[in-house]
Nanobody, 119 residues
Framework: VQLQASGGGLVQAGGSLKLSCTASGSGFSIDTMGWFRQAPGKQRESVATHTDGGIRNYADSVQGRFTISMDNAKNVYLHMNFLKPEDEAVYFC???????????????WGQGTLVTVSS
């Protein structure tokens, strides 16, 4: 399964940005999709995740500002509002998935998209 992310860019503090990610391949189903981010000199951290069953989880730092959504076409979106300079990072799309008829979960990562927030 390959993940293709898009939507990063430059935005002013307080602005909004939408990230998109598509999972492609054949013969698989999604368990969870989400977004992680990594700022310079920091560890990669989970931003938001969305299970196939509709459960959403957010990092405390983005709760109330970011919204994750997922559709049946294996796309996941991150709507980022009221962006802060500390949100600046490379954002990575993530998916946990399995081949049809199998129970073993696999992981895939997208290539990362840069979000720059100017103050």
């Amino acid at each position: 399964v390959q993940l293709q992310a898009s939507g990063g860019g430059l935005v002013q503090a307080g602005g909004s940005l939408k990230l998109s990610c598509t999972a492609s391949g054949s013969g698989f189903s999604i368990d969870t999709m989400g977004w992680f981010r990594q700022a310079p000199g920091k560890q990669r951290e989970s931003v938001a995740t969305h299970t196939d069953g509709g459960i959403r989880n957010y990092a405390d730092s983005v709760q109330g500002r970011f919204t994750i959504s997922m559709d049946n076409a294996k796309n996941v979106y991150l709507h980022m509002n009221f962006l802060k300079p500390e949100d600046e990072a490379v954002y990575f799309c993530y998916a946990k998935w399995r081949y049809w008829g199998r129970t073993y979960l696999r992981e895939s990562w997208g290539q990362g998209t840069l979000v720059t927030v100017s103050s």
